[in-house]
């Protein structure tokens, strides 16, 4: 079994920085695209920024310049560098991945547990 776990959602004023980590372990034979979503009560899940094996990244227009997506692939990590925190990127942010395990060529999503990022006003 494949398990994603995310870290380093808190509470934090506006203009301030976070970092979210997400490792993924288990039996995995390679991880395709990682991404972050994000998901605020009432809201639909929402695509932050995502990154393919190679290191190409995209994000979504609200958060360009002040989110930066990266990731290990030795470690199998991904994170979100989110600087210049505004109100409206409070949410679950949930991290995602597209992993091959070691029992099949399929590759099939996976999904974290969710942090929880509040930024006051």
């Known amino acids: 079994q494949v398990q994603l776990v995310e870290s380093g959602g808190g509470l934090v004023q506006t203009g301030e920085s976070v970092r979210l980590s997400c490792a993924a372990s288990?039996?995995?034979?390679?991880?395709?695209?990682m991404a972050w979503y994000r998901q605020a009560p009432g809201n639909q899940r929402e695509l932050v920024a995502s990154?393919?094996?190679?290191?190409?990244?995209n994000y979504d227009d609200s958060v360009k310049g002040r989110f930066t997506i990266s990731r290990d692939n030795a470690k199998y990590t991904v994170t979100l560098q989110m600087n210049s925190l505004k109100p409206e990127d409070t949410a679950v942010y949930y991290c995602?991945?597209?992993?091959?395990?070691?029992?099949?060529?399929?590759?099939?999503?996976?999904w974290g547990q969710g942090t929880q990022v509040t930024v006051s006003s």
């Open positions: 995602k991945a597209g992993i091959i395990t070691l029992r099949t060529w399929i590759s099939s999503d996976y």
């Open positions: 288990g039996t995995i034979r390679s991880i395709g695209v």
């Open positions: 990154i393919s094996s190679a290191g190409r990244t």
